[in-house]
Nanobody, 121 residues
Framework: QVQLVESGGGLVQPGGSLRLSCAAS????????MNWYRQAPGKQRELVAA???????NYLDSVKGRFTISRDNVKNTMYLQMNSLKPEDTAVYYC???????????????WGQGTQVIVSS
């Protein structure tokens, strides 16, 4: 079984920064794509940023230039550096990953439990 555990959320003032982490643990062969999603109250969950195993990235338009996704394949950890935070970034942020657990087996998709980010003065 694979576990994804997020950390780093909290309360920050507008214009501030936070760094989220997502650590994968358990028994697996490799982690393919990793993603950060968020869900604000009353809204649908949306994809914020994505990173492939090779390091290619994609971002939601509203966070481009402010957020940076990265990963450490040795530590099996993904990060989201969030700068110039705005109140509209307030949401629960979720880690998501495609994980191949066994050779010859297709990857399974896993979610973390989420970490709350509140941007408010």
């Amino acid at each position: 079984q694979v576990q994804l555990v997020e950390s780093g959320g909290g309360l920050v003032q507008p214009g501030g920064s936070l760094r989220l982490s997502c650590a994968a643990s358990g028994s697996f062969l490799r982690i393919n794509a990793m993603n950060w999603y968020r869900q604000a109250p009353g809204k649908q969950r949306e994809l914020v940023a994505a990173i492939t195993s090779g390091g290619s990235t994609n971002y939601l338009d509203s966070v481009k230039g402010r957020f940076t996704i990265s990963r450490d394949n040795v530590k099996n950890t993904m990060y989201l550096q969030m700068n110039s935070l705005k109140p509209e970034d307030t949401a629960v942020y979720y880690c998501n990953a495609d994980v191949q657990e066994r050779i010859w087996q297709r990857a399974n998709n896993y979610w973390g439990q989420g970490t709350q980010v509140i941007v408010s003065s």
